[in-house]
């Protein structure tokens, strides 16, 4: 059974920086797609950072303007977000995805469609 799991959701000041951990169980990494979403109150889900875990090949959101990177460690099995000069604008639960595919997917890397498994989210909130 696939289980994503995150970590590291938390209330901040704007300005500061987060990163998120998804350690994935019954699934390996390696050489599949993995994403981060996020959903405000409110607003539909939305991607915002995507890697092909074998070439470590990233795709960002435009509006992510590089405060965000994404990165893996294969060995702990597990997908970080590192969010920094957070703005209240990135207050949302922050789900990691994982695709059931083995290889690139033939989509788009941050379209939802794409991926088959997710974990249950990690709040972050930013305060002004």
Known sequence: QVQLVESGGSKVQAG???KLSCAASGYTIRNH???WFRQAPGKEREGVAAIYTTDDYPKY????????????DNAKNTVYLQINNLNP???AVYYCAASAVLGLVRGDLLDAAEYNYWGQGTQVTVSS
């Open 61 to 72: 959101a435009d509006f992510v303007k590089d405060r965000f990177t994404i990165s893996q």
């Open 16 to 18: 500061g920086t987060l």
């Open 33 to 35: 797609c993995m994403a």
């Open 89 to 91: 604008d990135d207050t």
